[in-house]
């Protein structure tokens, strides 16, 4: 069975620094990874997806994620901090043949402070 | 181009009764899918549905139903509602072929209330 595990529920950094936003996944098969973020009250937006190509992913707002297997870990980075990326980050994974069928990580709440 | 589009957006329903959630994906997506939120449980998913058949299902009772039409359109529906089908419901669409045809868009959701 497939599942993701976001080792930080909360995450706090001041504007300007980098973030980081740790996933480890676990997977028979060759996983597709993703990052969604959710503002307040407001659906899921895809930030970026890992899908067998470039282990180093770019996604929207200057966030990236590298796929590393040996460590079975997306973890989710920027290099600067905004007040407009607090939101819940959901790290996901899917396995092929089910690409709808997503297995959602727990959140983390990134805080951005002034 | 619209997104997802989910009705209504929020909604309060007394226990034992039923609801129906609608759900319009994106023009072209063929695949629809639906998940629950919840504080205790995160997002869990319901179930898939491609050219009107149910494809893959979550781990939820059979109180929990869906449906496709011809148009891709889904509506899910909740029967004998308890307090803990409180959620935000979320549906999502994939156009399954082509460039890009895995990315899941999922809606705005719609936020459901059992007192």
């Known amino acids: ?114 | 181009k619209a997104g997802v589009t989910q009705t209504p957006r929020y909604l309060i329903k007394t226990r034992g009764q039923q609801v129906t959630l609608s759900c319009s994906p994106i023009s072209g997506h063929r695949s629809v899918s639906w998940y629950q939120q919840t504080p205790g449980q995160g997002l869990q998913f319901l179930f898939e549905y491609f050219s009107e058949t149910q494809r893959n299902k979550g781990n939820f009772p059979g109180r929990f139903s869906g449906r496709q039409f011809s148009n891709s359109r889904s509506e899910m529906n909740v029967s004998t509602l308890e307090l803990g089908d409180s959620a935000l419901y979320l549906c999502a669409s994939r156009r399954e072929q082509g460039a890009g045809g895995n990315t899941i868009y999922f809606g705005e959701g719609s936020w459901l209330t059992v007192v």
């Open chain 1, 1 to 114: 069975a497939q599942s993701v595990t976001q080792l930080d529920s909360h995450v706090s950094v001041s504007e300007g620094t980098p973030v980081l936003l740790r996933c480890n996944y676990s997977s028979s098969y060759s996983p597709s990874l993703f990052w969604y973020v959710q503002h307040p009250n407001k659906g899921l937006q895809l930030l970026l997806k890992y899908t067998s190509a470039a282990t180093l992913v770019k996604g929207i707002n200057g966030f990236e994620a590298e796929f590393k297997k040996s460590e079975t870990s997306f973890h989710l980075t920027k290099p600067s901090a905004h007040m407009s990326d607090a939101a819940e980050y959901f790290c996901v994974v899917s396995e092929p043949g089910t690409a709808s069928k997503l297995t959602f990580g727990t959140g983390t709440r990134l805080q951005v402070t002034l």
